[in-house]
């Protein structure tokens, strides 16, 4: 085989690998079999291509939320998301179980939690099956009594999310700090301890009516 021929077959590997590394032919047909005709053109595969916008991720991300019944979320949402630095699958995977538990979850909503930096598909899920803090983490709080007695205690508090507080709203941390000053505070204006002994619920109702979730990303449902 001459160099001429070798060039040229050189040539047309490399011209046939940059079309098919720009026009993904087969994700294309996966689309067009599972969105219908128009829902991602060639011409929008191409563009993500060239814009250093994974083809695969937004062409799954669509078909998932379509067969969820999501038809809201376009491919230009999810592009200017993934640009923005988001996780797009994520974000995607949030809807579709926020949807299922009819949760209310706009995409703008669903986004600007993603880019605060919070796991929203974490969220959701807390959001349906609420869960268990400790407060404290480890250890026990110590407070004393009107009659000089002290009382050692722990908590357990189960929280669900609070999707509209997520972003800008406090994190567990606040919320066992909250409820560590709560408890002590309770235990504090008991007369002796006692009263704190036989009615541990009325620590718990004590410290409940103070609101200690507000300006939280989470919403107290019970202290035991």
Same mark, same amino acid.
């Given at each position: 085989?001459? $160099? &001429?021929?070798? !060039?040229? %077959? /050189? ?6 690998? @940059?079309?098919?590394?720009?026009? +993904? ?83 703008? $909503? &669903?986004?600007? !939690?993603? %880019? /605060? ?6 969220? @959701?899920?807390?959001?349906?099956? +609420? ?89 107290? %449902?019970?202290?035991?």
């Amino acid at each position: 085989m001459s $160099i &001429a021929s070798i !060039i040229l %077959l /050189a040539f047309v590997l490399f011209f046939v690998f @940059v079309i098919f590394y720009y026009v +993904p032919v087969g994700l294309w047909v996966q689309a067009v079999v599972s969105l219908g005709p128009g829902r991602i053109t060639i011409v929008d595969l191409i563009r993500m291509r060239l814009r250093k916008i994974p083809p695969r991720l937004v062409t799954d991300s669509v078909i998932n939320s379509h067969k969820a019944g999501l038809d809201t979320i376009t491919t230009e949402d999810l592009e200017t998301h993934f640009l923005a630095g988001g996780n797009v699958a994520n974000v995607v995977a949030a809807m579709i179980a926020a949807d299922k538990a009819k949760i209310e979850l706009p995409f703008t $909503i &669903a986004t600007a !939690i993603d %880019l /605060a930096g919070r796991d929203v598909k974490t969220a @959701v899920q807390t959001s349906v099956y +609420p869960k268990v803090i400790d407060a404290p983490k480890d250890g026990t709080l110590a407070a004393v009594a009107k009659d000089g007695i002290e009382v050692k205690a722990r908590a357990r508090v189960t929280v669900r999310t609070n999707i509209p507080g997520l972003v800008g709203g406090a994190t567990d941390e606040t919320i066992i700090a909250r409820v560590g000053e709560g408890i002590v505070s309770a235990i504090g204006s008991s007369e002796t301890y006692k009263k704190v002994l036989e009615n541990p619920d009325n620590i718990s109702k004590a410290v409940l009516i103070k609101g200690l979730d507000a300006g939280t990303a989470y919403e107290i %449902l019970s202290i035991d």
